[in-house]
């Protein structure tokens, strides 16, 4: 990211306003170092800069696409070693696909054993409830289907 000849340095509360990302996860991120950690003022404050909003909202929108904090860590050491390919980033987001579709087929198989559990539910106003004693089970639910 380049630096701008004059770059406006502003506080962790308008960073954040900007990004639209909370204060404690911008700390966060600075704790794990997906976000530099900013200059400070004589007096201790955090100054921020252009960069780090740029490199922030990067970071929000990655997480808003469903890339984990060490996906979108390898993304920006691309990125900040200027040594990244075309080929590189697509391979990473081909593996962020493959995670998707995994994900995918485990909610719709979710799907699949919590109607067929709720399907066995009268929705009458007694004690028993087969959707409590399902989730009570110690064993998996084999093939997506409660055991009796």
Known sequence: MAKAAVDAEFSIGTLAKESSVNIETIRYYEKIGVMPKPARSMG????YTSDHLKRLSFIRRGRELGFSLDELRGLLRLVDGHDYTCAEVRALTLDHVASIRQRIAD?????RVMTSVASQCSGRKVPDCPIIDALFQTRPLPNGKPRA
């Not at 201790?44 to 100054?47: H, P, T």
């Not at 909610?107 to 799907?111: F, H, K, P, S, T």
């Open 107 to 111: 909610l719709r198989r979710l799907e």
């Open 44 to 47: 201790g404050y955090r100054l």
